[in-house]
């Protein structure tokens, strides 16, 4: 079955890096957009990045512009979220979350990771 | 950037009752609209995509409608298991946006 395993959570300080992975498995990993989205304590879902299934396009939120970045590594089935200058507004649970469609362009979410808690605070 | 207004925020509903939320985007998406559940600790789980498509193993309790700018989850007869929290998700362009979320409790 579709299974996404997120890692690289944790407790950093204002102004750290941290980079979250996610590994996939049990569908055809090269052919599907992937994407991140968190949910702050108490809070709504907030998408943050996605990228296509070959990795040439990459789109982020305003919120995280600059600052995060989504890669994927096809060879491994790994897709990966790079979050600099961290700030409290970052604290969330972050999911990693399969594109629906396949070949194309993404085109929403279908299959959720169990997500990894990324705590910002000094 | 597109805006997804969902509403209700809250919804205090009796089992077997029917609940309508609604989502209305900011411009047309066409039918690029999904719809999830998600109950406290968990993930959220997709019911509905393309608007109205439901999705494998999902209750047929459930059902998604609409295009361009207005949409609507319903739910014909509400059973215990359905009370969580629902999100709409517009997938039309970047950046995707959710809804602000319809809390469903229980009366």
């Known amino acids: 079955q579709v299974q996404l395993v997120e890692s690289g959570g944790g407790v950093v300080q204002p102004g750290w890096s941290l980079r979250l992975s996610c590994a996939a498995s049990?569908?055809?990993?090269?052919?599907?957009?992937m994407h991140w989205v968190r949910q702050a304590p108490g809070k709504g879902l907030e998408w943050v990045a996605g990228?296509?299934?070959?990795?040439?396009?990459?789109y982020h939120s305003d919120s995280v512009k600059g600052r995060f970045t989504i890669s994927r590594d096809n060879s491994n089935d790994k897709v990966y979220l790079q979050m600099n200058s961290l700030t409290a507004e970052d604290t969330a649970v972050y999911y990693c979350?399969?594109?629906?469609?396949?070949?194309?362009?993404?085109?929403?979410?279908?299959?959720w990771g169990q997500g990894t808690t990324v705590t910002v605070s000094s | 950037d597109i805006q997804m207004t969902q509403s209700p925020s809250s919804v205090s509903a009796s089992v077997g009752d029917r609940v309508t939320i609604t989502c209305r985007a900011s411009q047309d998406i066409s039918t690029w609209l999904a719809w999830y559940q998600q109950k406290p600790g968990k993930a959220p789980k997709l019911l509905i995509s393309a608007a109205s498509s439901l999705q494998s193993g999902v209750p047929s309790r459930f059902s998604g409608s609409g295009s361009g700018t207005d949409f609507t989850l319903t739910i014909s007869s509400l059973q215990p298991e359905d009370f969580a929290t629902y999100y709409c998700?517009?997938?039309?362009?970047?950046?995707?946006?959710f809804g602000q979320g319809t809390r469903l409790e229980i009366k």
């Open positions: 979350a399969k594109d629906q469609n396949t070949y194309g362009p993404p085109r929403g979410v279908d299959v």
């Open positions: 990228i296509s299934y070959d990795g040439i396009n990459k």
């Open positions: 998700l517009q997938a039309n362009s970047f950046p995707f946006t």
């Open positions: 049990g569908f055809t990993f090269t052919s599907s957009g």
